[in-house]
């Protein structure tokens, strides 16, 4: 008995149950053999998992203390062909598990019958069954007092539930199925406590896109309603905010998920299909935030850049595309801005966090660019390769003045996973509490850890999350600590702060990259982006939505939905080609021109609600040797158009030959970038020949001729009228002399010959071509809110 006790890892009182049961055993088993002359029993030959599987629902309080009872419920469910009779469940406690790999293999075993450690507690804290019918889960229930576990020192136990029964093909009692999981016990203070910085990430999916209303508020517009379910109650960030604020933790923020909430507190449009509905405020969403501002205020918030942009994807493959790092600059910068501006307090910048903490150089340096001098890693990135015996503390200079906060990765990792069914949050939790004491037990040095979660947890992840959290901050052997103090302490000077080689980066995350070709289209909206904007009035109400578009479009939200993430890059690009096609040349038909000069008008129609300017129409002759514009080859003239107005601009040509001149109008930018299409068009010149003009002349001369022979016919005849009122009264007439010219006395008008300009309009008559052009400004065109 005392030298039982002696045993490493065993207390006097689990030494005399062991020889107690073990002897009891012994001296029965000989008197049972002569008895009923039964062979010996066969040691179990179960299948690992067992026939009958076994789940820890609950395990309250997850750290027992003295005086605690501990209970255990969940159910057994008897997955064989045969019913289990003289069934019941018991609980094992086994040695302390000295180290965290321990910790992990007894972890990966935890469904293994025959992984099962320490004797049953037995007694009265069993639950028994008569029988237990194939496909039927029964549920139990134990309660045993924590001083009945007999448990040692301070340390991490393997605490397992089994199921041991009979069945008709083994009428022997035998283990059937167990389930293993961990029983942190902690009988007094820790000397030292570790501190624990525990990221609590808000980040969502990407919710908005690039086009707005053409009111003064800009309506935004919305992929689909994914936010409000993820707001309402029980929705996943309605569940983050809830368990969170109730945490002492770091709030790491991404600023998209802030404005795309705070877009829904106003009228809002969500997309359906190929049209949009609107949708009112959503008081939820002014609710979260109200929340979230409240649970902020004491708390530290670290902004992610807007959108939070994949620095693995860029670093990869984007570095080589010209303007991709300005876009990371530009998420950097408006990333304090929006969580000023919504939550009202101001949060740290300083901060990069890579996919899954995985570096490698590059990772480094692109995360860095924009300012950043701190690196969220994780410990089997950035893997130690000393003799370390201890987890050291997060914090590794790697130099350059940048500081790689390193995660572990085994708490990180502990809530991934399918954590739907309870028995398996359970589970989740142990093994996070258990790694989180034996690493304080590593060493008696005081170190300061940091858990880095995933990005998007569920809500039932959230909640194992919290039910681990809340047991740590309230254990005795760990204290809270936010992200700038774990940065700012103090390194351990034997750990690693060697960043990895690029190829040790995982395959698995490079998959999921954005490409190349992601930056390269991103790339191109931008360089059209750039080329629409010099010509706006007011550039704020399309540089704003497009910049934020194109950093969701790098957004880490993408990685493993390449087709998702090609259409919104796609959307993005045609929405803006066609804001951009609304500033527009009227298509024109071919002209005719008569004579040596004359005006051709070019209209310029802007569909857009905002004027535009600093453009340069330009008409250009194909043939200036035929027909000149403006004196030259072509002729530029500025351009300014208010919002749902045409403009009709006109040029002054010169023709030198007659024959057809082909001519293209083109709108420019003040940089001298074609703007549009273009539109092309034929010009016809009819110029008057010299014959021609000899004709006219003649003819002209003609008429004047004729005029002056009427008018000295009409001055004779009015002498001789004047002659015969002078008589003498013989009523002799005064002769007078007959003249040479003609007898046809009769005036123009009655000769039968009309002036041509006298005739009739005929309809077969061509109307001009360039008829004189009004000096009003052209009336209002349709308009086209966009």
């Known amino acids: 008995m005392a030298e039982a006790a002696d045993f490493k890892g065993t207390s006097a009182s689990p030494a005399r149950r062991w020889m107690r049961r073990t002897g009891a055993l012994l001296a029965g088993a000989p008197l049972l053999a002569g008895l009923f002359q039964l062979p010996a029993a066969p040691p179990a030959q179960a299948a690992d998992s067992g026939t009958v599987s076994v789940a820890v629902d609950t395990l309250t309080p997850s750290v027992p203390t003295d005086g605690d009872t501990l209970t255990v419920s969940g159910t057994v469910t008897n997955n064989g062909k045969q019913a289990v009779t003289q069934a019941h469940v018991g609980l094992h406690v086994g040695p302390e598990l000295n180290t965290r790999s321990a910790i992990d293999r007894a972890a990966r075993n935890s469904g293994d019958t025959q992984s099962v450690t320490g004797s049953e507690i037995g007694g009265t804290y069993v639950e028994k069954f008569s029988k237990l019918t194939p496909g039927v889960a029964e549920p139990f229930s134990i309660s045993v007092p924590v001083d009945e576990l007999d448990l040692g020192d301070s340390g991490v136990y393997p605490f397992a539930v089994s199921l041991s029964g009979e069945t008709s093909a083994q009428p022997w009692e035998q283990v059937l199925g167990s389930r293993s999981t961990f ?3 902690q009988s007094g203070e820790a000397r030292t406590k570790t501190r624990t910085t525990y990221l609590w990430p808000l980040v969502s999916t990407l919710h908005l896109t690039a086009e707005t209303g053409s009111n003064e508020q800009q309506t935004p ?3 689909n309603d994914d936010l409000l379910k993820e707001l309402s109650p029980g929705g996943r960030l309605d569940q983050m905010l809830s368990l969170g604020k109730d945490l002492d933790v770091t709030w790491v923020i991404d600023p998209d998920l802030l404005a795309s909430v705070d877009a829904m507190t106003r009228t809002y449009r969500v997309r359906t299909g190929s049209t949009t509905r609107t949708v009112p405020p959503q008081a939820v969403a002014k609710q979260w935030l109200a929340e979230l501002q409240e649970a902020v205020t004491d708390n530290e918030v670290v902004a992610l850049p807007f959108a939070d942009p994949d620095l693995a994807s860029l670093a990869h493959n984007g570095t080589g595309v010209t303007g991709s790092l300005s876009h990371l600059d530009e998420a950097t910068d408006v990333a304090a801005t929006t969580v000023r501006t919504v939550l009202h307090v101001t949060p740290s910048t300083d901060f990069a966090w890579p996919v899954d903490g995985a570096v490698d150089p590059s990772i480094m340096k692109v995360a860095t660019s924009a300012g950043a001098d701190k690196v969220i890693a994780r410990s089997d990135s950035l893997q130690e390769t000393g003799s370390l015996t201890y987890t050291p503390s997060a914090a590794r200079p790697i130099g350059g003045g940048t500081t790689a906060i390193v995660a572990d990765a085994r708490m990180s990792t502990a809530f991934q996973g399918d954590l739907t069914r309870a028995s398996s949050a359970t589970l989740a939790v142990q093994q996070f509490l258990a790694q989180s ?6 060493t008696g040095k005081q170190r300061s850890v940091v858990v880095a979660p995933q990005r998007m947890p569920s809500a039932r992840q959230a909640q194992a999350m919290a039910e681990a959290l809340t047991a740590v901050q309230s254990g005795n052997w760990s204290e809270p600590q936010d992200l700038t103090a774990a940065a700012a302490a103090k390194p351990d000077p034997e750990a690693t702060t060697t960043v990895p080689a690029a190829s040790r980066y995982p395959s698995s995350l490079r998959k999921q990259e954005l490409t190349r070709t992601a930056f390269q289209e991103i790339a191109t909206t931008q360089d059209k982006l750039d080329k629409f904007k010099v010509v706006l009035s007011d550039q704020s109400r399309v540089v704003t939505p497009f910049g934020r578009a194109m950093n969701r479009e790098m957004s880490t939200t993408w990685r493993g939905r390449a087709m998702e993430a090609t259409s919104f890059r796609s959307d993005v690009e045609t929405y803006l080609d066609e804001l951009a096609d609304q ?5 024109k038909s071919d002209t005719k021109l008569s004579g040596r000069s004359a005006t051709i008008p070019v209209t310029v129609q802007n569909n857009l609600v905002q004027g535009v300017d600093r453009l340069v129409l330009r008409l250009t002759s194909l043939s200036p040797k035929r027909l000149e514009i403006g004196g030259e080859t072509y002729s530029e003239q500025p351009v300014e158009v208010s919002g749902g107005h045409s403009q009709t601009v006109k040029f002054t040509t010169t023709a030198k030959v007659n024959g057809q001149a082909t001519v293209i109008a083109q709108l420019y930018t003040e940089d001298g970038r074609a703007y549009g299409e273009p539109v092309t068009f034929d010009v016809k010149v009819t110029e008057f020949t010299a014959n021609v003009m000899l004709v006219i002349g003649g003819g002209f001369l003609l008429l004047v001729l004729a005029g002056f022979r009427m008018y000295t016919q009409r001055k004779r005849a009015a002498a001789r009228a004047a002659e015969e009122d002078g008589l003498d009264g013989t009523g002799e007439a005064v002769d007078l002399p007959e003249t040479s010219e003609g007898t046809d006395d009769r ?40």
Do not use: C, K, N, Y
């Open 747 to 786: 005036l123009p008008a009655e000769s039968g010959i009309r002036s041509r300009a006298d005739d009739p309009e005929q309809p077969s008559d061509p109307a001009p071509d360039t008829p004189a052009e009004s000096a009003d400004p052209s009336g209002t065109g349709e308009r086209v809110d966009r």
């Open 221 to 223: 517009v919305f992929l």
């Open 583 to 587: 500033v527009m040349l009227i298509d």
């Open 183 to 185: 029983l942190p016990w």
């Open 437 to 442: 004491l034996a690493l304080t037990l590593q």
